[in-house]
């Protein structure tokens, strides 16, 4: 019996290399498509500016597929009224960034001006996921 090739065994070893090389390659283009693109700023603004005119279903649909699954239409709207996010009037955001894994977090200060009521601030922080089938930024909570 003669000794073993080390070809096949080269193969494997390269094989494996490639496709390490290229998981990392996808996750890091994937991270930086999420980074690269400020537009979670654009959604938080667009969110809101859907709210404050009472386009409430304009604004659930810039929610996340999860928040949607979790949480109805109706419940959505229970929930800004609840809160007196029905009554959004602007927002400063504070501090801001990508996290990791296709997410983002914008902390701050919402003012509501309820009917009847002085202006009240609210300090709130929304957290906002990547959705790499569709493009683009989309709210996931409101703390």
């Known amino acids: 019996m003669g000794a073993v090739s ?12 490639i496709a390490a090389v290229l998981c990392a390659l ?9 980074f690269l693109n400020p537009g979670y700023m654009d959604t938080a603004d667009r969110f809101f ?6 386009h409430f279903a304009q604004a659930y649909a810039r929610t996340a597929s999860e928040t949607r699954r979790d949480l109805s ?11 007196g996010l029905d009554s959004f009037d602007s ?4 501090d801001y960034g990508v996290l990791e894994n296709g997410t983002a977090e914008l902390r701050g200060v919402a003012v509501i001006r309820p009917a009847k009521s002085n202006e009240r601030t609210l ?12 493009g683009h930024w989309a709210i996931r909570t409101i703390e």
């Open 6 to 17: 080390p070809r096949p065994r080269a193969f494997v070893e390269s094989a494996a290399i």
């Open 91 to 94: 927002a400063r955001w504070e």
């Open 73 to 83: 239409l109706q419940s959505f709207e229970e929930f800004l009224h609840k809160t």
């Open 123 to 134: 300090s709130r922080a929304l957290r906002l996921v990547f959705d790499y089938s569709k």
């Open 49 to 54: 500016a859907d709210v404050q005119a009472g």
């Open 26 to 34: 996808i996750v890091t283009v994937r991270l930086l498509i999420a």
